[in-house]
């Protein structure tokens, strides 16, 4: 990676991404450490894949809008993902401040009927908090934000940013299963790899959450322990919540390290809607 964006310091993705890793990025970099191969399994918005210095990277998502969203910014040319931000916003009047949210709808409206991905990002930019959320069919629902983009330079610098950083990494869009196999098998006879999972938190809430459930985080479980034994280093982000006992005791198996500091480390006795956000690392 470029000894500049290094120096330059944490890398923001241009995706706003719910439960993305950058408030945590320094410590959570710390604890990972550097492998060889680092493969960021859940990537979402690329957050953490694009902080990592291994020699050989990868980013994975299953969503198909969100992958392409993210292998887009990282290698479409940065003019021309401006120039389509500041087309997208002009076309359907997003600054006008009288008009805005109904403007907004009809860019919406437009989107759900083309699904182009650079105006999806363009319309992340005008939603509310910048977030992406679609329903269950698939389609883009995220109300009205409050505010347009309007500095196209600081939009340009990120982006160029995220490009630097995202350089040479491998794209997947692949189920964390097959991804895990597929990943082996591209680096036979490597075993210096860390499979890093930040899988969708079972009882929080968040768009990605619908297709994932008890069975789904059961064999995620699984597959750590048979990382575990064939050698491969794993790291998994979640919570401790009052309802995941079964999930801390099985943790206690390895190396548990605290990020949020919502109850002291000693105690267990988390209160109803309390959660402590962990690593845990073999
Ligand atoms: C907690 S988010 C990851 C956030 C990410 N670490 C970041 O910093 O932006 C979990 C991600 O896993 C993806 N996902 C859900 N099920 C998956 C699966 N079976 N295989 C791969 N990715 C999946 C979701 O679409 C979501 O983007």
């Known amino acids: 990676m470029n000894l500049e964006i290094i120096m330059r310091g944490k890398i923001r993705s241009p995706l706003t991404y719910e439960g993305n890793k950058y408030k945590v990025i320094d410590k959570l970099k710390k604890e990972l450490g550097t492998q060889k191969v680092f493969v960021d399994v859940f990537g979402g918005s690329g957050t953490v894949v694009a902080n990592m210095d291994s020699e050989i990277r990868y980013y994975n998502e299953l969503d198909k809008k969100v992958y392409d969203l993210i292998e887009n910014l990282s290698l479409t040319h940065v003019l021309s993902i401006v120039e389509s931000v500041r087309v997208f916003q002009e076309h359907f009047d997003l600054n006008n401040e009288l008009k805005r949210k109904e403007n907004y709808y009809r860019a919406r409206y437009f989107y759900n009927n083309n699904k182009k991905t650079l105006n999806l990002f363009a319309l992340s930019k005008n939603s509310f908090s910048n977030y992406i959320r679609f329903n269950s069919k698939g389609d883009f629902n995220s109300p009205c934000g409050k505010i347009s983009c309007k500095d196209y330079k600081a939009l340009r610098s990120k982006i160029k940013d995220f490009q630097e950083a995202m350089s040479g990494v491998n794209f997947k869009n692949l189920d964390y299963l097959n991804l895990v196999y597929e990943v082996i098998r591209e680096n036979k006879n490597e075993k210096d790899i860390l499979f890093y999972f930040d899988p969708p ?3 929080t809430v968040a768009t990605y959450n619908n297709a994932w459930g ?16 064939s050698g ?8 401790f919540t009052k309802n995941n006992l079964v999930f801390q005791e099985w943790a206690k198996k390895y190396n548990i390290i605290f990020f949020g500091n919502v109850y002291n480390n000693c105690n267990y ?3 109803d809607k309390e959660k402590t956000e962990v690593l845990i690392k073999n």
């Open 214 to 229: 008890e069975s789904e985080n059961k064999t995620l479980l699984a597959l750590c322990e048979l990382l575990d034994k």
């Open 269 to 271: 006795q988390l209160k």
């Open 201 to 203: 938190y079972l009882g």
């Open 232 to 239: 491969y280093k794993f790291a998994m982000s979640n919570v």
